[in-house]
């Protein structure tokens, strides 16, 4: 079984910055990919970024300049840099791992709520 915990949320104010933190436990494998999705209220989830194992990165477009994925492979962990936030960044973060290749090892950490003040 695979666990992820995410860390890093909070309220901060427009323009300000947070770093998102997941941490992955049990049968993960580095050639999992790892992404970032959020939720606003009333809205359906989103893909904000994703990062393979040889650090191939893809954002939406609009955190694109803002937003920074990475990981680091040894500590199983995944990262979400977020500067220049904005109100309409506003949401709960899930951390999400899956195998490139088998659709049914897909796994969600629980989330962190992300507040951003205008």
């Known amino acids: 079984q695979v666990q992820l915990v995410e860390s890093g949320g909070g309220l901060v104010q427009s323009g300000e910055s947070l770093r998102l933190s997941c941490a992955a436990s049990?049968?993960?494998?580095?050639?999992?990919?790892m992404g970032w999705y959020r939720q606003a209220p009333g809205k359906q989830r989103e893909l904000v970024a994703t990062i393979t194992s040889g650090g191939i990165t893809n954002y939406i477009d609009s955190v694109k300049g803002r937003f920074t994925i990475s990981r680091d492979n040894a500590k199983n962990t995944v990262y979400l840099q977020m500067n220049s936030l904005k109100s309409e960044d506003t949401a709960v973060y899930y951390c999400?791992?899956?195998?490139?290749?088998?659709?049914?090892?897909?796994?969600w950490g629980q989330g962190t709520q992300v507040t951003v003040s205008s």
């Open positions: 999400n791992s899956r195998h490139p290749v088998v659709a049914k090892y897909e796994y």
């Open positions: 049990g049968s993960i494998r580095s050639i999992y990919v």
